[in-house]
């Protein structure tokens, strides 16, 4: 007997990571991405969202929210292959938006750091976000560091800065909250702020692992993204949380299959997937979905991505 499962959610890929991650490593910490971006042509960061795509598509992923440096590129480029979901844009670009960006709600804005801005910034974000009715991604707790920093800075907890700024009374979504205390994970639930995770990136960059059980405790939405992982496998990302949980808690089987799946698959996405009840109850986490159907416009892509490569190494 087989079971049906709808493709999966990815609420944050970042595009130059996961399309150049296979060949420079950007976990670095002499990565610089506007260096490399001033070396590359708006043809070339096309195909390197393309080529971010593709890979998700091939993964089982009907909704993606994609982080990319232009956001005409990135739209015309979800369009293109009729994947679902939104482009990711830093608040700092906010400015060179257009009219055309407005179209079709495809646009996210993302605030990188708290603390690359100045107080009457982040007014202005949130005032332009109220205006255009955008949604708003926010990395926070990602480094004890930096909560030291917020809380020295506001008097108040990361979450109470958020609440200040009026950023939890719209669509909100945190990413990161490695080292976000009980607390402020209340307040984040009182207001139905999203959540997302990335096990996976988070492990790559040597971030603190996230205690799952936590937050399903606390009742706070969830779900998960490939980050800056280059292989992209949502399957995985939710096997990991469940293991880093485990061994936060000393414990295991305090996260159910069904949770995870929960916030791994879309309502909206067009792919179903025929898993037989074996593998759904005992090793489903332990697969990897691939839809064949994209695999030669993903050979084609990655020659591109090798060209692309070679130019900048030169």
Same mark, same amino acid.
């Given at each position: 007997?087989?079971?049906?499962?709808?493709?999966?959610?990815?609420?944050?890929?970042?595009?130059?990571?996961?399309?150049?991650?296979?060949?420079?490593?950007?976990?670095?910490?002499?990565?610089?991405?506007?260096?490399?971006?001033?070396?590359?042509?708006?043809?070339?960061?096309?195909?390197?969202?393309?080529?971010?795509?593709?890979?998700?598509?091939?993964?089982?992923?009907?909704?993606?929210?994609?982080?990319?440096?232009?956001?005409?590129?990135?739209?015309?480029?979800?369009?293109?292959?009729?994947?679902?979901?939104?482009?990711?844009?830093?608040?700092?670009?906010?400015?060179?938006?257009?009219?055309?960006?407005?179209?079709?709600?495809?646009?996210?804005?993302?605030?990188?750091?708290?603390?690359?801005?100045?107080?009457?910034?982040?007014?202005?974000?949130?005032?332009?976000?109220?205006?255009?009715?955008?949604?708003?991604? +926010? #990395? /926070?707790?990602?480094?004890?560091?930096?909560?030291? =920093?917020? *809380?020295?800075?506001? %008097? $108040?907890?990361?979450?109470?800065?958020?609440?200040?700024?009026?950023?939890?009374?719209?669509?909100?979504?945190?990413?990161?909250?490695?080292?976000?205390?009980?607390?402020?994970?209340?307040?984040?639930?009182?207001?139905?702020?999203?959540?997302?995770?990335?096990?996976?990136?988070?492990?790559?960059?040597?971030?603190?692992? +996230? #205690? /799952?059980?936590?937050?399903?405790?606390?009742?706070? =939405?969830? *779900?998960?993204?490939? %980050? $800056?992982?280059?292989?992209?496998?949502?399957?995985?990302?939710?096997?990991?949380?469940?293991?880093?949980?485990?061994?936060?808690?000393?414990?295991?089987?305090?996260?159910?299959?069904?949770?995870?799946?929960?916030?791994?698959?879309?309502?909206?996405?067009?792919?179903?997937?025929?898993?037989?009840?074996?593998?759904?109850?005992?090793? /489903?986490?332990?697969?990897?979905?691939?839809?064949?159907?994209?695999?030669?416009?993903?050979?084609?892509?990655?020659?591109?991505?090798?060209?692309?490569?070679?130019?900048?190494?030169?």
């Amino acid at each position: 007997m087989q079971t049906k499962i709808k493709s999966f959610k990815n609420y944050f890929c970042d595009a130059i990571s996961c399309s150049l991650g296979e060949f420079i490593d950007v976990y670095d910490s002499q990565f610089d991405e506007d260096e490399l971006l001033s070396k590359l042509s708006k043809e070339e960061i096309n195909i390197i969202c393309q080529y971010a795509i593709v890979k998700n598509k091939i993964a089982g992923v009907g909704e993606l929210y994609l982080k990319v440096p232009i956001a005409s590129i990135g739209r015309e480029a979800l369009e293109m292959f009729k994947m679902g979901g939104k482009v990711i844009i830093s608040a700092k670009q906010k400015e060179d938006l257009t009219t055309n960006d407005f179209v079709g709600d495809r646009v996210i804005l993302y605030i990188e750091d708290l603390l690359d801005y100045k107080e009457g910034a982040l007014s202005d974000i949130a005032d332009f976000l109220g205006r255009t009715d955008m949604p708003v991604i +926010i #990395n /926070l707790g990602r480094t004890l560091e930096e909560i030291g =920093k917020l *809380v020295n800075r506001y %008097g $108040k907890s990361p979450v109470e800065v958020l609440e200040d700024f009026g950023y939890l009374d719209r669509e909100c979504y945190v990413y990161g909250l490695n080292f976000i205390d009980k607390d402020d994970q209340k307040l984040l639930a009182s207001y139905n702020a999203n959540i997302i995770f990335s096990p996976r990136s988070d492990g790559e960059e040597g971030r603190g692992a +996230i #205690n /799952l059980y936590n937050f399903i405790y606390n009742r706070l =939405k969830f *779900v998960f993204s490939s %980050g $800056k992982c280059y292989n992209i496998d949502m399957l995985a990302e939710g096997k990991l949380a469940r293991i880093n949980t485990n061994n936060l808690m000393y414990e295991k089987g305090l996260i159910k299959d069904e949770e995870l799946l929960e916030a791994l698959v879309t309502q909206n996405g067009e792919n179903n997937f025929e898993i037989d009840n074996f593998a759904l109850k005992n090793c /489903l986490f332990d697969k990897k979905i691939e839809i064949s159907q994209f695999n030669e416009k993903y050979l084609m892509l990655r020659e591109r991505i090798k060209e692309i490569i070679n130019k900048i190494k030169e």
